[in-house]
């Protein structure tokens, strides 16, 4: 694509603008249901700056099943700020769980079995859907190894098994248990020209915990055309994938521009430590 220095200054210039852009859009919403009261849903925004987001929860009842190097596992250590309150390393890192409040964080739990569909725009040609299906699942894999959670792809794996997304899905609310992934033709009007991607999750309390019921994704061909191939840990059309799936399992966005998940995707843009902990987190709810 762009062989000298200054193509690629411009070309990075302009996908860290059109990212800029679209991050303003980018809203991760959660609709609590609280079940045992059979009360009507509650549309909750959360906004991602908040203060008082933190891990620290999370890290005090998790069960972590993954391996975590050192410099991953350090950032799990608590420390107290009085009166019962603890800030934890990870915190002090930038990264910030998707919702932390006095429920604690929404995470799923780890034998919740959580089938992954993934749908695409018929519009889109052929050679381009198989190639996001491809970058979707090897994301989805990467995520499942460095959760732990116990995710499943059920449908749309395969090109026999391919599944179509329509205009009534990709505004509906998944069944319990399943993360719908959408990626929609640009031209179309569920998302704006600008608009990249964007995650809704549906959340319900049980025993005193708050836990994902189903999340729904949009990804736009907009950014598959955009964004550079390559692996997940550098800027490319997998990492922004990546980032949008770890907001369905309850990561929110980092303060750290050299992380994954942090609103812009920078060049620097990798998968920290801090990252590496979080998604270690993110599948240590014990049952
Ligand atoms: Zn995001």
Redesign the pocket.
């Known amino acids: 694509m762009a062989r000298n220095p200054d193509d690629r200054r411009r070309l990075f210039k302009r996908i860290a603008l059109l990212l800029a852009v679209v991050?303003a859009g980018?809203v991760?919403v959660v609709f609590l249901t609280r079940s045992e009261q059979k009360e009507p849903e509650i549309a909750l925004g959360y906004n991602?700056t908040l203060d008082g987001k933190s891990w620290s929860p999370a890290i005090k009842e998790g069960n972590i099943r993954v391996e975590l190097d050192w410099d991953a596992a350090k950032l799990l250590t608590l420390n107290p700020t009085g009166s019962g309150n603890f800030i934890s390393e990870l915190d002090m890192a930038g990264s910030n769980p998707s919702v932390s409040n006095q429920f604690g964080n929404l995470l799923w739990p780890q034998c919740t079995r959580i089938a992954t569909e993934i749908f695409i725009d018929q519009d889109i040609p052929a050679a381009t859907r198989s190639q996001m299906r491809d970058a979707t699942i090897s994301v989805f894999l990467w995520l499942k190894e460095l959760t732990g959670l116990y995710i499943v792809l059920t449908k749309g794996s395969s090109e026999r098994g391919e599944e179509f997304s329509t205009g009534a899905q990709r505004i509906s609310t998944p069944d319990d248990n399943i993360i719908a992934i959408h990626w929609v033709n640009k031209e179309n009007t569920v998302m704006s020209p600008d608009e990249l991607?964007a995650?809704t999750m549906w959340a319900t309390h049980k025993n005193g915990q708050q836990i994902p019921r189903s999340s729904r994704i949009r990804l736009s061909s907009n950014l598959f055309d955009t964004m550079p191939d390559g692996e997940i840990d550098r800027l490319s059309k997998k990492m922004a994938i990546a980032?949008?799936l770890?907001?369905a399992f309850g990561i929110?966005?980092s303060n750290d521009p050299d992380s994954y998940?942090y609103?812009v995707l920078a060049p620097s843009a990798s998968i920290t430590p801090a990252d590496r902990a979080a998604l270690a987190l993110t599948g240590s709810r014990a049952c």
């Open positions: 991050v980018l991760l991602f991607a995650a980032h949008e770890s907001h929110g966005h998940m609103p």
